[in-house]
């Protein structure tokens, strides 16, 4: 089968349906920001530090295509990874592509949550706040992250009714069990 990729924004949920898909459906759940993190023996933060974003994107660039081509994988992205319109390409032409949407309330609650360091919410102009600087991107990368195949709401669902969602789309598209 083809991989599915969950992209979406920071706070989506991602990884928490990365990991309820990988647990129903058998298959490993590659998390590609842990994949650079591993490689480069650096947070993510760090990496944004000292080499600059652009260093980062061409990382992301670099894995995405290692993995997306691979068959039978969960694949989630960082946030960002739909920006650039060759990644998109290469997970429309490779993936199944999901999309995970949150408002925006929700998402600053789930991020203020964690401890991990978010430095695209850090590039806030001065007195900008969190709500309004995620509302400011989530803007800007909407088209991106319409661009999939299926798109779902985490704001009120709960993970285990995301992923029976996701595997009864899955059974009409490939027609098999599961
Ligand atoms: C980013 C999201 C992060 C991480 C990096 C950039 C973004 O991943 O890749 O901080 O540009 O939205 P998560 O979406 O997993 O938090």
Redesign the pocket.
């Known amino acids: 089968m083809k991989s599915l990729i969950l992209i979406?924004?920071?706070?989506t949920g991602?990884?928490t349906l990365g990991k309820e898909l990988a647990k129903r459906l058998q298959l490993p759940l590659v998390d590609l920001?842990t994949v650079i993190v591993q490689e480069q023996q650096m947070e993510?933060?760090e990496i944004?530090v000292r080499f600059g974003e652009e260093t980062?994107r061409q990382m992301?660039h670099e894995v995405l295509c290692r993995y997306a081509a691979q068959p039978n994988l969960i694949i989630?992205p960082?946030?960002?990874?739909v920006?650039r319109a060759e990644n998109r390409a290469v997970m429309r032409e490779h993936c199944f592509v999901i999309s995970l949407l949150a408002q925006p309330q929700i998402i600053l609650e789930r991020v203020n949550q964690e401890r991990?360091v978010?430095?695209?919410l850090e590039q806030r102009e001065p007195g900008q706040s969190k709500l309004e600087r995620i509302e400011q991107?989530l803007e800007q990368r909407m088209l991106c992250y319409r661009e999939a195949d299926l798109l779902l709401d985490t704001s009120h669902c709960p993970v285990e009714q995301l992923a029976n969602q996701v595997v009864t789309w899955l059974k009409e598209q490939t027609g098999e069990a599961l």
């Open positions: 979406g924004f920071m706070g991602k990884t920001d993510i933060g944004f980062f992301e989630s960082g946030g960002g990874a920006l991990t978010r430095p695209v991107v």
